[in-house]
């Protein structure tokens, strides 16, 4: 997995432009070692073809409806859905800091924040070398619970790639996953490249305003 950068992990901390304290420096390097020693990385990504049909798209025996992923997903021919986790032990160290010192939890959190997504955007680069074998170029990553597609299609998701088989992950009643530092996504795949960005701050509207933003004004 990419090395955690300092800089996105203050970016989540909500420093911004602030370079920090040497002493909280300090704090996210000792969150950092403690993390890469506890991790458990897994993931699991398959392709599909895609059926739409205006602004619902069939995978296999599933079906999902949102207007915005269909915009996302308009001339794909497949489609790949992928999981990602850190596995169980981020959330122990998270509860356990939380006990002795919320500002520890805080910086446990931002760091794990980083590096699933450090993982996610490997996972995609994976994706992305398997899709040209084919000829085939990603859009976006777009996960479920995010914009209109609903977080109640995690239950096909799962089922679909059987997540808690592969990767350790379950779903609650209420569709979140546990362990929390995990993610879903689609992604489209077309014969068109549209040069597109990964996935998150870039193609979010809200990306030059947002203090969390990882574009390069907010780093």
Same mark, same amino acid.
């Given at each position: 997995?990419?090395?955690?950068?300092?800089?996105?992990?203050?970016?989540?901390?909500?420093?911004?432009?602030?370079?920090? &304290?040497?002493?909280?420096?300090?704090?996210?390097?000792?969150?950092?070692?403690?993390?890469?020693?506890?991790?458990?990385?897994?993931?699991?990504?398959?392709?599909?073809?895609?059926?739409?049909?205006?602004?619902?798209?069939?995978?296999?025996?599933?079906?999902?409806?949102?207007?915005?992923?269909?915009?996302?997903?308009?001339?794909?021919?497949?489609?790949?859905?992928?999981?990602?986790?850190?596995?169980?032990?981020?959330?122990?160290?998270?509860?356990?800091?939380?006990?002795?010192?919320?500002?520890?939890?805080?910086?446990?959190?931002?760091?794990? &924040?980083?590096?699933?997504?450090?993982?996610?955007?490997?996972?995609?680069?994976?994706?992305?070398?398997?899709?040209?074998?084919?000829?085939?170029?990603?859009?976006?990553?777009?996960?479920?619970?995010?914009?209109?597609?609903?977080?109640?299609?995690?239950?096909?998701?799962?089922?679909?790639?059987?997540?808690?088989?592969? &990767?350790?992950?379950?779903?609650?009643?209420?569709?979140?996953?546990?362990?929390?530092?995990?993610?879903?996504?689609?992604?489209?795949?077309?014969?068109?490249?549209?040069?597109?960005?990964?996935?998150?701050?870039?193609?979010?509207?809200?990306?030059? &305003?947002?203090?969390?933003?990882?574009?390069?004004?907010?780093?």
């Amino acid at each position: 997995m990419k090395p955690v950068e300092l800089k996105d992990v203050l970016r989540w901390l909500g420093s911004g432009k602030d370079a920090g &304290t040497p002493e909280l420096h300090s704090h996210i390097e000792t969150a950092i070692r403690q993390l890469e020693a506890a991790v458990q990385p897994r993931e699991i990504h398959r392709f599909f073809p895609l059926v739409s049909d205006g602004d619902t798209f069939r995978v296999e025996d599933a079906s999902f409806t949102s207007r915005s992923l269909s915009r996302n997903l308009k001339g794909c021919t497949e489609i790949a859905m992928m999981a990602c986790t850190l596995g169980p032990e981020p959330d122990r160290l998270i509860r356990r800091a939380q006990i002795s010192s919320m500002a520890d939890a805080a910086i446990l959190q931002a760091v794990c &924040t980083v590096m699933i997504e450090n993982w996610c955007d490997e996972v995609n680069e994976t994706i992305r070398a398997e899709a040209a074998e084919k000829h085939l170029f990603l859009r976006p990553r777009y996960s479920p619970g995010y914009g209109d597609l609903a977080l109640e299609s995690q239950r096909d998701f799962f089922r679909i790639l059987d997540i808690t088989k592969h &990767t350790g992950i379950s779903l609650t009643e209420g569709c979140l996953m546990v362990p929390t530092k995990s993610v879903t996504a689609f992604i489209g795949l077309s014969e068109t490249d549209r040069n597109c960005i990964l996935s998150g701050c870039e193609d979010c509207n809200m990306h030059d &305003t947002c203090m969390y933003s990882r574009t390069e004004k907010h780093v």
